[in-house]
């Protein structure tokens, strides 16, 4: 079957999903795929290479590729990968994921560290500019809290912190915006099993 026709297939499949939620969502996997190419933009479209063409998903769905693994109900993100950072690896550079304010945004891929970047270059906001733009900033935050009461930030009051938590208890990251919606507001982690659950803003 052509790639062309396997996705007009998808989507047919997915509109009826959509129209039928009691329906059990079978598996898609693209013929040809290479999962390294994997990745979710910030509307949540799925894109792989397949056969030197580009395939795409839309929620809902539910997409395996190795040892990834996507689903996607248009409400709330699930991925599973071999580590964390596989799991991490479908969101490209300059990804909104994790955004709390401007391109500042939360840096997940290091197992038990917590830390906000440029996701422009990669570097750390400077403490004189987060003083400086205090007042556009607002009251944007990231903050987290793990099983047994601990909680801690990394972002708050227009300042920053590096924060350490426990890869072996899932964590539970909220993210508060004040100058517009960020599209995901509340992300679960679990490093010890590779796996991400995130939830879309308005959900």
Do not use: H
């Amino acid at each position: 079957m052509k790639l062309s026709s396997w996705l007009t297939l998808a989507v047919t499949f997915n509109a009826a999903a959509l129209s039928a939620p009691a329906f059990a969502q079978a598996v898609q996997q693209v013929p040809g795929a290479k999962c390294s190419t994997v990745q979710i933009d910030d509307s949540g479209t799925l894109t792989v290479q397949a056969s030197g063409q580009t395939a795409s998903l839309n929620a809902p769905y539910t997409f395996k590729c190795g040892t990834l693994k996507v689903t996607d109900n248009g409400r709330i993100l699930n991925v599973s990968g071999k580590t964390l950072r596989e799991a991490l690896s479908v969101f490209p550079a300059g990804s909104a994921f994790g955004q709390v304010w401007g391109l500042y945004a939360v840096d997940l891929r290091q197992p038990g560290v917590l830390s906000i970047t440029d996701t422009s270059d990669g570097t750390k906001p400077g403490t004189a500019l987060l003083r400086e733009m205090k007042s556009a900033i607002g009251d944007a935050s990231a903050t987290f809290t793990q099983p047994g009461g601990v909680s801690g930030w990394v972002f708050r009051d227009a300042r920053t912190q590096t924060a350490r938590y426990n890869v072996n208890k899932p964590l539970t990251l909220t993210i508060k915006a004040s100058e517009s919606t960020p599209p995901w507001t509340a992300i679960t982690l679990d490093a010890g099993k590779g796996t991400l659950r995130a939830v879309r803003s308005g959900s």
